[in-house]
Structure formats: structure tokens, C-alpha cells
């Protein structure tokens, strides 16, 4: 675990606080300038730089190292201004390591939060850059490595956060594992097993460990998938986990509204994450990854992040509960 204390702003009679003046000069939590450009022109700027197919040929194995993807996914987000929307809260985020997980707690901490992430132990050079951008939003950052299909970890992290970090008020469970397969006899058990107890058991034990810690005013937020809404033919297990996770998510937030806990999910459409390269076996198709849906590229991990935030944050979210939130780059589903 590595700390790291926020300094309160100073004050000034002529301009208010340092933020007030901070904010004005155009710099986010994280210290970088922004000076230069208006907010609209920094990000149309951000907007263009975010890489569209074709992308490179490329291919890793299991789990998939974000440091080795190319182009680096983008998850520093430096137009977004943190303003406390979740200041002094403690969130735990399974497979945080990388991709959404990573830009969450990012910006998890810029809005003022604790945060607690979950990784593989062999993504731990992931895990320490992580670590790095939450310090750097000037929060404390706590990694817990181990596998989320086995319930006694998913336990120990529940109750080193609580422990360690002083409670627990948001948890959002992102792990995730996935294969890119064309038919249904190319899906061996081992495959079919391990991506459900990653992707939807994982979830359950994390609920299961942290509902009994939380208290009023707290939430769960569950990555869901586009795949979970249309399915995919390649994805055959995976797109069933998804759906499993949308079902759960309003079932379990019918089930705690009477305690205050609020429950939704984010289905985002195709990401650029390590996820993708090392689930396709052919390094050519992922040259085409994101260029089907109407922007004609895949999502930016900051760009999925603010969606998280909002359901976070009571301040912007506090009646919505059972929700499935999709984020698809300009797509439309029935229903």
C-alpha cells in the first residue's frame, strides 16, 4: 500500500480559494496545465488523437499487459476537472490494474476518492502505474493481487479496504475474461468455466463479501457489455456472462434499495483495452477493432470513466438504481 495525503487548498481574501484560482487557470487535480486553448478546442484536440482502425497488428496472450499495447490506450482524461463529487470515499474496483478499471480509479481519485484496486498478480507492472495516477490526484492507493474467482480473495479485499483505507462505499466490479471464438464447438469447458467464474461468480462473491459492510448511501457498479444487449456470434460465453451480470445488477438493486444501497451497471461497446488484443488469436483482426459502430473507432478507457463517476456519485445519481447504462459510441439498442 503507498500513501499519500491531500493537501487542503489555501485561502485568499481577493480570490477565494486556491482551487477557485486553479480551476480558472485552466489545471486539472492531477497538476497538468491547461492553459493554452479553450476547453472546447483541448478537447476536440483530445478527441482527434484518439487512435481509429485500422490499428496495428498485434496479439498477447492471457491476461493481456496494458504497457504492451499499442498505441497505449488513453485513461488520463486531462480536459476533466475533478470538483469532489466523491471526496472522502473509499472505492474498492476489481481488474483495475488497466484499461476502464484503470481511468475510473483515476478519476475516482481526482473527484476525491480512496481507492483499492484488484489485479492478477502477474499484471503487477500494470497495477504500479495505476498506483502511480492515484497518487498523483494526490489519494491514497492499496493493491491487492490475487484472482477473483476465488471467494476467500474476494473476502480479503472486502476487508483489507475496510481495514486499510477506513471503510468502503463504492465497489465496482470490472474484472473480466474473454476469448474470441467462431463457433460453439471451439468453446472447451475449461474455456466456458473460467469465464464465467471471472466474469459473473467474481461478481457475486464481491457483492456478496461487501453488501454486509456497507452502509446507507453507498453503491455497486457492474461493467456490463454491449454484448450482454445484442450478443455477439463470436463471443458465445462471454456475451452470456454479460447478460447474466445486466440480470444481477437489477435484481440485487431490487434487493438492497430498502438499505440505500444503490446498484446499476455500464454496458460499454468495443474499448481499447488489453482485453482485446490477447482475445483474438489472429493478430489481423484486431486491425478492424471499434470500426463497425457509428464513430468508426473503439472507446478510449476515459472516455468510459465519467459514466462511472456519475453513478458513483450521489450528487448526480442518488434516484437512479437498476440501471443499465450503455456507452456505445453512437449506437442505439432497442428496448
Not at 119 to 137: G, M, S, Y
Not at 222 to 235: I, Q
Request: hydrophobic share 35%; net charge positive.
Amino acid at each position: 500500500m503507498a500513501t499519500k495525503t491531500r493537501k487542503a487548498p489555501s485561502k485568499s481574501s481577493s480570490n477565494g480559494s486556491s482551487r477557485t484560482r486553479m480551476n480558472r487557470a485552466g489545471t486539472n487535480r492531477s497538476g497538468a496545465n491547461h492553459a493554452s486553448g479553450s476547453v472546447t478546442g483541448r478537447q476536440l484536440q483530445r478527441e482527434q488523437s484518439h487512435p481509429r482502425p485500422p490499428l496495428p497488428k498485434q496479439h498477447q496472450e492471457s491476461p493481456g499487459i496494458e504497457k504492451k499495447v499499442h498505441p497505449r490506450p488513453q485513461y488520463e482524461a486531462p480536459v476533466y476537472k475533478g470538483s469532489d463529487r466523491l471526496k472522502g470515499k473509499i472505492a474498492l474496483i476489481s481488474g483495475a490494474d488497466s484499461g476502464i478499471g484503470r481511468a475510473v480509479a483515476v478519476l475516482f481519485a481526482r473527484e476525491g476518492a480512496d481507492v483499492a484496486i484488484m489485479f492478477l498478480p502477474v499484471e503487477q507492472v500494470d497495477a504500479n502505474e495505476t498506483r502511480k495516477a492515484i497518487e498523483a490526484e494526490g489519494r491514497r492507493a492499496l493493491l491487492l493481487p490475487g484472482d477473483v474467482t476465488d471467494p476467500h480473495y474476494c473476502e480479503d479485499c472486502v476487508n483489507r479496504t475496510i481495514n486499510e483505507l477506513g471503510g468502503l462505499d463504492i465497489l465496482v466490479n470490472n474484472a473480466a475474461f474473454q476469448k474470441n471464438k467462431d463457433s460453439i464447438e471451439q468453446i472447451d469447458y475449461e474455456q466456458l468455466e473460467r469465464t464465467f467464474r471471472t466474469n459473473f461468480f467474481g461478481y457475486f462473491y464481491m457483492a456478496k463479501s461487501a453488501v454486509p459492510r456497507m452502509k446507507r448511501g453507498a453503491c455497486i457498479i457492474n461493467t456490463g457489455s454491449v454484448t450482454g444487449l445484442e450478443g455477439e456470434k463470436t463471443l458465445l460465453d462471454y456475451s452470456a456472462t454479460k447478460g447474466a451480470i445486466h440480470a444481477f445488477t437489477k435484481s440485487l438493486a431490487l434487493n438492497l434499495v430498502d438499505k440505500g444501497i444503490r446498484v446499476n451497471a455500464v454496458a460499454p461497446g468495443p474499448v481499447w483495452t488489453p482485453l482485446n488484443p490477447q482475445s483474438k488469436e489472429d493478430a489481423e483482426q484486431i486491425t478492424k477493432f471499434g470500426q463497425d459502430v457509428p464513430m468508426g473507432r473503439p472507446a478510449q478507457p476515459e472516455e468510459l470513466a465519467p459514466a462511472y463517476v456519475f453513478l458513483a456519485s450521489n450528487v448526480d445519481s442518488s434516484y437512479i438504481s437498476g440501471e443499465i447504462l450503455p456507452v456505445l459510441g453512437g449506437g442505439t439498442i432497442a428496448g
